[in-house]
């Protein structure tokens, strides 16, 4: 289950290995259970792990390109974006999908480097603006 841009096999003792899609961030995340654990330096951030399939199955159905449009969970989340897609009550959960209060944001930052990295989805890595689709 990795690739090229990623390290690890996706555990907590061997976390995988990940950079966000602009190339200045590292990171880890892990499954555990029906969790997805994400860690940022001292900062432990959690998604429900059904996000991978759910986002999978939404890029799929959108057919193109769509911009990340990551930001932090007290800003506002672009329309038309991954992250608003992750917050928005239409989506399968009904909600966010990342599961603790206040650090819930920053999903499109963290996710679609893992979705690439399993073989689901192609991400851009520009310095900025970055979009991804399914494959």
Same mark, same amino acid.
């Given at each position: 289950?990795?690739? !090229?841009?990623? %390290?690890?096999?996706?555990?907590? #003792? #061997? !976390? ?7 190339? @200045?961030?590292?990171?880890?995340? &892990?499954?555990? =259970? *029906?969790?997805?654990?994400? %860690?940022?330096?001292?900062t432990t951030l959690g998604y %429900?792990?059904r996000a991978i399939e759910d986002?999978?199955?939404?890029? /799929?159905? &959108?057919? #193109? ?6 930001? *932090?969970?007290? @800003?506002?989340?672009? $329309? ?9 009550? #239409? ?5 966010? &999908?990342?599961? /603790?209060? =206040? ?6 930052? &963290?996710? !679609?480097?893992?979705? $690439?990295?399993? =073989? ?5 890595? =520009? ?6 689709r399914a494959i």
């Open positions: 289950m990795t690739s !090229p841009s990623s %390290q690890g096999s996706g555990t907590r #003792d #061997d !976390p995988w290995r990940l950079t966000t899609p602009s190339g @200045k961030g590292e990171y880890q995340m &892990y499954r555990d =259970g *029906d969790a997805l654990v994400c %860690q940022v330096g001292s %429900q792990w986002l999978h199955a939404m890029l /799929k159905a &959108y057919g #193109d390109w769509m911009p990340l449009g990551s930001a *932090d969970e007290q @800003k506002p989340a672009a $329309e038309g974006t991954v992250e608003a897609w992750a917050r928005s009550a #239409d989506n399968p959960v009904g909600g966010w &999908y990342g599961t /603790k209060k =206040g650090l819930r944001g920053r999903f499109a930052n &963290y996710v !679609p480097p893992l979705m $690439e990295a399993l =073989g689901l989805a192609e991400v851009e890595h =520009g310095a900025r603006n970055n979009r991804m």
